[in-house]
């Protein structure tokens, strides 16, 4: 990944466990619980973290670059087990994925992302290449939409290759 169009600010190695739970009412989003092991140099884990992330609707427009704009509503640590939050949420659906991931943060055109290299281990559909940013208005999210579509142009990503979904309606769609 190392490129002459863009500086890498830091790289992380993660090993995750995510479980999404789907609701009856599709407009309240999804929930995701997940487990983070931070895998150092040596390829050992060197710290856990679990999360809780409210994400909102899946797709809310389409961008020429195929870029999907999702929200991340809510992000904050999970101080419950996983079970916890099954019985207290009672979700109608559930989908569980876990992936080693390598991460990068970068500048890219004056403007943070992050590169994600995703091997899907469960269930084993291959390895994924996504980029994130975070946007703030409409506006900032179109502009970042179309320089992602330069970036994935620079890395060599071809537009046969996009896949425009999330993982759980992809997992969905087999």
Known sequence: IKK???????FRHYHEYDTYFQF????QGLLRYREDEFINEKGAVSNIRYRLTHIGVAREKDFPSGALLSRSRFIAPATHSRRFYREYFTPSDETFIEKDRLRWRIIFQDTT??????RMDQPDIGTFLEVKSRTWTRRDAESKAEMI????????VSTDEIVTEDYVALLDQN
């Not at 009856?24 to 407009?27: G, I, K, M, V, W």
């Not at 992302?113 to 995703?118: E, Q, S």
């Open 113 to 118: 992302f992050y590169i994600n290299l995703d």
């Open 24 to 27: 009856e009412d599709s407009d």
């Open 4 to 10: 002459p169009f863009f500086e890498i600010l830091y």
């Open 149 to 156: 579509g330069t970036l994935l142009e620079t890395l060599g």
